[in-house]
Each structure stands twice: as C-alpha cells, then as structure tokens.
C-alpha cells in the first residue's frame, strides 16, 4: 500500500498534535490565540492542563530569543517537537504543574506563520496569506507596541492582570526594556534564560552568517507556503537528512552553541522549524546597541538607571547563563543581576559548559534549567497565592516518550 502523503508543512506525526484530544497523565491541551491592534497581529499558542487533579497557578508567558519562534519551548529533552502527552518540555512541564502557559510568536516568526497559521488557523488574518513582517519592526517596536498586546491578551483570557515571564536571550532583554518604561507593570515573575544588558561584537557579526540561513529557508518556503508538505522543501528535507554530528560542528557552533551539550537531533529541528529570518529593521536596532554600547537610546545607560526602579517593586528575578556563552556572556547576565538584585545571590544559576543554544535546548537542560525554572515559578506563585501551608503532590517525569 503506498504511504500517504501529508499535505502539510508539519510533518503528519506532528501537525495536528494541538489539535488531538488531551492524554493522561496531564491532559495537556492547546489552543490558537490572535490580539490585533492596528492591524498588526501577533500569535501566541496557549497550553493548559484539564487535569482537576491539577491547581491553578496563574499565567506564564514564554518569549524566544532572536532568530527563534517560540516552538523552542516545545523542544523535549529527547529532541522530539510539538508533542502534548508528556511533561518533558518546558512548555509542558510548566502546564503540567498548573500554569497557564502563552508562548509568543514575535511578529517577525514567518516560518511558523507560513507553515501552520496559514493553513490551520481561520480566526487569523493570515490564514491563507503570506505573512509579512513590517518594516517598523524593531526593538521598540516589539516592547512598546507586541508586548502591551501580548500582556493586554493574557490578561483577558486569564482574567488575572499579574503575569510570570521566561525569557529566553531577547525575550528576556524585552522584558527588561519593558519594565524600565513601565514602572507599574504587573510582572510578578521574571526568568531570563542567557538574556544580557550588554552586547558585544560577536553578537552583530554572528547575525549575517544566521541570516544567510534563514533567509534562504524563508525564501525557499514561501515560494511552496501552504501548499506542500515540507518533505518536498529541498533545503528543510536536505537538514533532515544530514547526520546531526554534521550540524554540529559548522563555523557557527562555536558562537551559538557547545556541540558537546546539544544533540543533533535538536539542531535538526532547531534548523528545520524553529529557526525564523531577522528582519533588517531588528538587525539594525541591535547594530545600533552595539554601536552606541550604554549611551544607546534603545538599551543604554537610560535604561539602566530605570531598571534599578525595579528593585523596589514586587518582582522577583531569576538569572541563568551559560558559563561558555560568547553572545550573552555571563559577565552581562552578572551585570543584570547586579542592577536588578545586587543583594540576592540564591537567583543567579551558572550552567556548567553551556553555550547560548544548548542553554535552553542542550543536553542538561531539563536538570539544570527547566526543573529549577518550573520550581522557583512554583514557590514564588505559591507564596504570592498563600497556598505554602497546602501540601503539593511531588511532580514526576513522564516516561511517554521513545528515543
């Protein structure tokens, strides 16, 4: 019998796993979000446990780094992508203890919107359209213009205004910009994940060597979006086919990540589905940071005079960086760390041998990141929630997935 041919641009295993009935043990299940505001879209993907077993603990919002959509916090630790019936991503482990999980796709991810937004999502105005990202979308663009959409659309479907933010690298830096211009923000919790104040030249030059690949992924899709299956994308099918030690030991590994903490597995998947262009207008707002170093207007000394403020209101910080990270070095985490908590030291978490990459998506993540994140996420939840006098159920791994 010949094999059936999948018509999507997510491969058949994958493409309706949001859209399949909740499995035990934590029914997980998923649903598509859209905020407008004048004219401008923004997609966030909302995961949540229908588990009565399981206690409401708010909100959470997972922002991605540059180049990245925000499927990265799909990434299980066995490098499978997008499944809902285990608790082995950080998207899910965080929904499996009770947060309401939003992942934000930032207005430049076009792979995610021409691949699964234009086909499966008829509440979108980009449902059956090519998506285009705005030439204004630049760093200010994104923290005075997505973010208020992102927190105002949280807000509403939670009904609760006091948000968690993960950031991972810009989705962190976002959030710091974001809270310097907004002193009454209602940011109770906020985990940056390899999130610098500072940039350095590696940052800028490592930029136009992501781009020649992504942009040409870009280019490659949107000449088929929406209309096959991405097995017949030559560029996507010749990554899939390539052996992982050979994506891992390219010129780019030593910037991006330690190819002996990321499997190639994940980098398969990082470079066939989550990886997203920059457009130029961001390339030159983080030009500009470097540039301009702390006299920058965007993210300079002014924002870091601000950011001071919000030691004095209720927000609780935690840090973690890769001891071998060259694009947010740990000196720049350090420096965020010192500004915003000079005088907590237990909010400050090194991962030995990470690089940039493999800090969110390597192979010690799940021990040395997503658990303690989901932990620190908990207590401090719990605490603000009084619920520290009620006994929790200790929470296990699931043992669904196969290698």
């Known amino acids: 019998m010949a094999e059936k041919v999948s018509i999507s641009l997510f491969d058949s295993r994958t493409r309706l796993a949001d859209h399949s009935e909740p499995a035990p043990p934590y029914f997980l299940k998923a649903q598509d979000l859209f905020v407008v505001h004048n004219g401008h879209e923004v997609f966030l993907k909302k995961i949540h446990s229908l588990s009565p077993g399981i206690p409401n603990l708010g909100n959470v919002v997972l922002a991605p780094g540059l180049a990245t959509n925000a499927n990265i916090f799909r990434i299980d630790d066995m490098g499978g992508f997008l499944r809902m019936d285990h608790n082995r991503s950080l998207a899910n482990m965080l929904a499996a203890r009770g947060f309401t999980v939003y992942l934000y ?9 021409n691949r699964y937004v234009y086909q ?5 105005r980009y449902y059956h359209r ?18 208020p959409m992102v927190l105002g659309k949280v807000a ?6 006091d948000v968690s933010w993960v950031g991972y690298s810009l989705g962190g830096m976002l959030m710091y910009a974001y809270l310097a211009r907004n002193p ?4 109770h919790n906020l985990a940056a994940i390899g999130s610098p104040v500072t940039l350095n030249q590696i940052f800028i030059r490592a930029i136009p060597y992501t781009n020649m690949a992504t942009k040409t992924l870009g280019f490659e899709e949107a000449a088929v979006v929406g209309a096959i299956s991405q097995n017949f994308v030559p560029i996507t099918r010749l990554i899939r086919r390539m052996p992982g030690s050979m994506l891992k030991a390219n010129p780019l590994s030593m910037f991006l990540w330690n190819p002996f903490n990321i499997s190639g597995k994940v980098i398969k998947v990082l470079l066939g ?24 207007p965007i993210y300079g000394t002014s924002v870091l005079k601000s950011m001071d ?13 890769g001891e071998n990270d060259m694009l947010a070095t740990p000196d720049s985490v350090l420096l965020a760390h010192e500004i915003l908590t000079p005088k907590e030291s237990q909010n400050l978490v090194g991962v030995r041998s990470a690089g940039h990459v493999d800090l969110v998506v390597g192979k010690n993540s799940l021990e040395k990141v997503w658990r303690p994140c989901t932990e620190w996420l908990v207590e401090k939840t ?7 006098d009620k006994p929790e159920k200790p929470p296990v791994l699931s043992t669904a997935l196969t290698s």
């Open 105 to 113: 796709h930032p207005g430049y991810t076009q792979r995610v919107h």
């Open 120 to 124: 499966h999502c008829r509440e979108s």
């Open 130 to 147: 090519r998506h285009m990202v705005l030439e204004s979308l630049d760093f200010d663009f994104l923290v005075d213009v997505e973010l």
């Open 156 to 161: 509403a479907d939670s009904g609760e205004e």
């Open 184 to 187: 009454q923000a209602k940011v």
């Open 273 to 296: 589905k989550i990886v997203e262009p920059i457009p130029r207008s961001l390339e030159n707002s983080f030009a500009q940071m470097i540039a301009k170093k702390l006299a920058c």
């Open 309 to 321: 403020e919000a030691r004095r209101r209720k927000t609780n910080f935690l840090f973690f960086f």
């Open 382 to 388: 719990r605490r603000r929630l009084k619920l520290l």
